[in-house]
């Protein structure tokens, strides 16, 4: 069945470092990759997000690279700020099932 | 505040119970969905709507049981709920309608426990 794995499942980096976080997915048929980021006690919000039809987006210091051969998408974040801490969950979109798959997350700590 | 609104924000109940959770959306968006979050798992859809037809049930155990009365609210009916149940139930909304997944846009969620 789908699946999606995430790794690491928790991260911590010195503040001003980059992290890097990646996603597997198992359906080939999956079209749409969002990221989003849930602040402790908050809700999850969309921080970025990529469809099968691009390779690499960036906004500011976050980007998500899709290599759809290998079935796999990454989260970059570059020169991490105290506000990165947060958990961070990938997802898959498989539009013929009209389904998302979430990755576990990943707790992302920025050491000062 | 993104619009999403969640009542309860916490609910406490008995196994024998029966409670609804509401969610309501000021966005105007035509799609609207219920997620599971529990502890060390991962984010799990159990319902979407979209403009007011429920189009997916992920094999939801019929102890819950959805409502959309129209586009801007919806619920989560509640009954005979075990303890395997207590979790952050989130509500989320987002603009398009039909099957193309897009930004979801959630609400603060409710954290509920079943005694």
């Known amino acids: 069945g789908e699946n999606v794995e995430q790794h690491p499942s928790t991260l911590s980096v010195q503040e001003g470092d980059s992290a890097v976080i990646k996603c597997t997915y198992s359906?080939?048929?999956?079209?749409?990759f969002p990221w989003y980021k849930q602040e402790l006690g908050k809700r999850p919000q969309l921080i970025i997000d990529?469809?099968?039809?691009?390779g690499e987006k960036k906004d500011q210091r976050i980007a998500v690279t899709l290599n759809k051969t290998a079935k796999h998408f990454s989260l970059h974040i570059t020169e991490t700020q105290p506000e990165d801490s947060a958990v961070y969950f990938c997802?898959?979109?498989?539009?013929?099932?009209?389904?998302?798959?979430f990755g576990s997350g990943t707790r992302l700590s920025i050491r000062p | 505040e993104t619009g999403v609104t969640q009542t309860p924000r916490h609910l406490v109940m008995g196994m024998t119970n029966k409670k609804s959770l509401k969610c309501e959306q000021h966005?105007?968006?035509?799609?609207m969905y219920w997620y599971k979050q529990s502890a060390k798992k991962p984010l799990e859809l159990m319902f979407v709507?979209?403009?007011?037809?429920?189009?997916e049930n992920n094999s939801v155990p019929s102890r819950f049981s959805p409502e959309c009365p129209n586009s801007s609210h919806l619920f989560l009916h509640l009954h005979t709920l075990q303890p395997e149940d207590s979790a952050l139930y989130l509500c989320?909304?987002?603009?398009?309608?039909?099957?193309?997944?897009?930004?979801?846009?959630f609400g603060p969620g409710t954290r509920l426990t079943v005694l």
């Open positions: 709507y979209s403009l007011e037809e429920r189009v």
């Open positions: 997802a898959a979109w498989y539009s013929s099932a009209s389904k998302i798959i």
């Open positions: 966005l105007g968006h035509n799609a």
């Open positions: 989320a909304s987002s603009p398009l309608p039909g099957l193309n997944y897009n930004e979801q846009f």
């Open positions: 359906d080939s048929a999956s079209n749409y």
């Open positions: 990529i469809r099968s039809n691009v």
